[in-house]
């Protein structure tokens, strides 16, 4: 199956730092990724759909500026939280859109746990 | 927009026994209709899907079933096992379109 990964998995930063976190698709190209984030005990809350080669598309509420998205290959796409505080602290996922042979099932990444100290 | 609502919230079953989580979807138009399953601190993993040009689909202990008239989709999971206990999240899509509506999700106890 359509294999997609993130890294760093965990992540602890000072107030105020940024944050990058890559997702990558190994063994597709993927025009449309996604970065959701999740809360304990929650569902999956879209952030932002990233298109590659474009500007990504971000959910209503979601700081554009805080959460800055770049997807500059069809492989890759990276988060970055900027002058992080302790509220950004969540699980971060990434997924990704397999148009070809999956016939356009998303798959996720492992997660990024990041702590905002 | 969709609205994907999904029951039970929590769900224990004794091993060997089946499990059931439903999942009703609010627009016709969505066609694809994925089921993800996530172990704690992992991301989701695509157990199976179904579009809607078909019924029902079953992979070894898995089935999805679909009833576009009454706009609901049920996952079945037969002989459970331990390692089935995590949380499953059900999905709407429309498929030329990218976003994807998540249910609630419900977590699946398995007893030994």
């Known amino acids: 199956g359509a294999v997609v990964s993130q890294h760093p998995s965990w992540v602890i930063c000072k107030s105020g730092t940024s944050v990058k976190i890559e997702c990558r698709s190994l063994?597709?190209?993927?025009?449309?990724m996604f970065w959701y984030r999740q809360f304990p005990k929650q569902s999956l809350m879209l952030m932002a759909t990233?298109?590659?080669?474009?500007?990504?598309?971000?959910e209503q509420g979601v700081e554009k500026d805080k959460f800055l998205i770049n997807h500059a290959s069809l492989t890759l796409s990276t988060l970055t939280v900027t002058s992080a505080h302790p509220e950004d602290s969540s699980f971060y996922i990434c997924s990704a859109r397999d148009q070809g042979t999956s016939g356009g099932s998303q798959f996720f990444g492992p997660g990024t746990r990041l702590t905002v100290l | 927009g969709e609205n994907v609502e999904q029951h039970p919230s929590t769900l224990s079953v004794q091993e060997g026994d089946s499990a059931v989580i439903k999942c009703t979807y609010s627009?016709?138009?969505?066609?694809?209709f994925p089921w993800y399953k996530q172990e704690l601190g992992k991301g989701p993993q695509l157990i199976i899907d179904i579009r809607s040009n078909v019924g029902e689909k079953k992979d070894q202990r898995i089935a999805v079933t679909l009833n576009k008239t009454a706009k609901h989709f049920s996952l079945h999971i037969t002989e459970t096992q331990p390692e089935d206990s995590a949380v499953y999240f059900c999905?709407?899509?429309?498929?030329?379109?990218?976003?994807?509506?998540f249910g609630s999700g419900t977590k699946l106890n398995v007893k030994p």
């Open positions: 063994d597709f190209q993927a025009t449309t």
């Open positions: 627009d016709s138009a969505s066609n694809y």
């Open positions: 999905a709407a899509n429309q498929y030329n379109f990218n976003k994807f509506y």
């Open positions: 990233s298109n590659e080669g474009s500007k990504a598309t971000y």
